[in-house]
């Protein structure tokens, strides 16, 4: 059974940090491209950042300078670091899982975990 279960998710002041996790279980994570998304009330669902089998990371424009995305292969975790968080950062994120590329709809989806930055 596939599981991909968030973390870390809470409310912070504008300038604050976070640290999310996405522990994985069910398949053959370091084979995976991991990725995490945000959907914030009334907008479409983003992708901001991934990091590929070989550790790539990439970022949205939005959140470049500021997140990192980090993975665990031991450990079948995924990180990712919140800096100099904004009132726009508000959002629930999602961590996912696509076989192989970071490339197209996830296979895999976590249930999401609530970030709020405070003014």
């Known amino acids: 059974q596939v599981q991909l279960t968030e973390a870390g998710g809470s409310s912070v002041e504008a300038g604050g940090s976070l640290r999310l996790s996405c522990s994985a279980s069910?398949?053959?994570?370091?084979?995976?491209?991991m990725s995490w998304f945000r959907q914030a009330p009334g907008k479409e669902r983003e992708e901001i950042a991934n990091?590929?089998?070989?550790?790539?990371?990439k970022y949205a424009d939005s959140v470049k300078g500021r997140f990192a995305i980090s993975r665990d292969n031991a450990k079948s975790t995924v990180h990712l670091q919140l800096d100099s968080l904004k009132p726009a950062d508000t959002a629930i994120y999602y961590c996912?899982?696509?076989?192989?590329?970071?490339?197209?709809?996830?296979?895999?989806w976590g249930q999401g975990t609530q970030v709020t930055v405070a003014d």
């Open positions: 996912a899982a696509q076989v192989f590329a970071c490339l197209g709809e996830p296979s895999y």
């Open positions: 990091i590929d089998i070989d550790g790539n990371p």
């Open positions: 069910g398949f053959v994570f370091r084979t995976y491209c």
